[in-house]
């Protein structure tokens, strides 16, 4: 079993930054595919970025391509999203996600594990 903890949320005015935590514990972190996705009210979760195991490979949804970075420190089972130029549309629920199953898994919106989110709101 893995367990997932996020932390770093809060109330940020358009264009700032903020930056993300999830911090695992449980089963083996190193080899886990780690993914950040968010839920808006009224809307779908929505994928928003994911890494690999070794931190190499990373995929970002388009609406946050160039503002968002996803990074993991494997010594610190953690892995982070940095926020950066947000806006008012970026405001939701943020869930850190994690699976074996590889990238596709988590881009296909689906992981085995989940953290109990925490809140970003961008305010005009």
């Known amino acids: 079993q893995v367990q997932l903890v996020e932390s770093g949320g809060g109330l940020v005015q358009a264009g700032g930054s903020l930056r993300l935590s999830c911090a695992a514990s449980?089963?083996?972190?190193?080899?886990?595919?780690m993914g950040w996705f968010r839920q808006a009210p009224g809307k779908e979760r929505e994928f928003v970025a994911s890494?690999?195991?070794?931190?190499?490979?990373?995929y970002y949804a388009d609406s946050v391509k160039g503002r968002f970075t996803i990074a993991r420190d494997n010594a610190k089972n953690t892995v982070y999203l940095q926020m950066n130029s947000l806006k008012p549309e970026d405001t939701a629920v943020y869930y850190c996600?994690?699976?074996?199953?590889?990238?596709?898994?988590?881009?296909?919106?689906?992981?085995?594990?989940w953290g109990q989110g925490t809140q970003v709101t961008v305010s005009s």
């Open positions: 996600a994690a699976t074996y199953s590889g990238s596709s898994y988590l881009k296909s919106g689906h992981a085995h594990y």
């Open positions: 890494i690999n195991w070794s931190g190499g490979t990373t």
């Open positions: 449980g089963r083996t972190y190193s080899t886990l595919y």
